[in-house]
């Protein structure tokens, strides 16, 4: 079945520092590809997406690209700041089994000043 | 402005006793999704609706009830049978296969 894998946090960085999370993916098909964050008591936004391979996702700084020969959608930023500081999500929805999204388990990301 | 509303934002119930939350969403989306988070884990699905008047059991139903009665709403009903009903539960909804999932800003349950 269709699953997703995102490296394990949390994760601790100082501002300006460069952010890459892990994301992989096992689907049938051509799974849409998501990235959303969740900041305390809230529920989560999407931050980003690509629909197809090598399509760049990128939105306030972040990035990630759809790639299908290592089946992966790595986050990255060049330049985290303290509002980062966040959970995020890496998501897929794909094929027959569209109707259900599935996410990993989320990276907790911590912003040091 | 178009979105998702879930009320209440913190709810309080005694054991053995059953709860609805709330979800409201004005965006005209066909579908929509309930999702338990516990803490330093990430989302469990309970229930989704595709449509109105047809909705499907995701990967942890047992113990909860939906309904989808109406477009723009999809209750969900915490049941006693629920062993462990105590986190936090997310509802959201989106338009299509490939498109995001909007989503609300959540319901803390505490059952004690």
């Known amino acids: 079945g269709n699953s997703v894998t995102q490296m394990e946090g949390p994760v601790t960085l100082s501002e300006e520092a460069f952010l890459t999370i892990n994301c992989t993916y096992t689907?049938?098909?051509?799974?849409?590809l998501f990235w959303y964050v969740q900041y305390p008591g809230e529920g989560l936004q999407l931050l980003l997406k690509a629909t197809k391979a090598d399509d760049k996702g990128s939105n306030k700084g972040f990035e990630a690209t759809y790639r299908k020969e290592t089946t992966s959608f790595h986050l990255e930023k060049g330049s985290v700041q303290v509002s980062d500081s966040a959970v995020y999500f890496c998501a897929l929805s794909s094929g027959s089994s569209a109707s259900k999204i599935i996410f990993g388990s989320g990276t907790r990301l911590s912003i040091r000043p | 402005d178009g979105g998702i509303t879930q009320s209440p934002k913190y709810l309080f119930r005694k054991e053995g006793q059953n709860v609805t939350l709330s979800c409201e969403q004005n965006?005209?989306?066909?579908?929509m999704y309930w999702y338990r988070q516990d803490p330093g884990q990430g989302l469990r699905l309970i229930y989704y609706s595709q449509i109105v008047n047809d909705f499907q059991k995701g990967d942890i139903a047992e113990g909860y009830s939906v309904s989808r009665e109406k477009k723009e709403s999809f209750p969900l009903t915490v049941t006693s049978a629920q062993k462990n009903p105590t986190a936090f539960y997310l509802c959201a909804s989106r338009q299509g296969p490939e498109s995001p999932l909007h989503f609300g800003n959540g319901t803390r349950l505490t059952v004690t």
């Open positions: 965006l005209n989306h066909d579908a």
């Open positions: 689907a049938t098909g051509y799974p849409s």
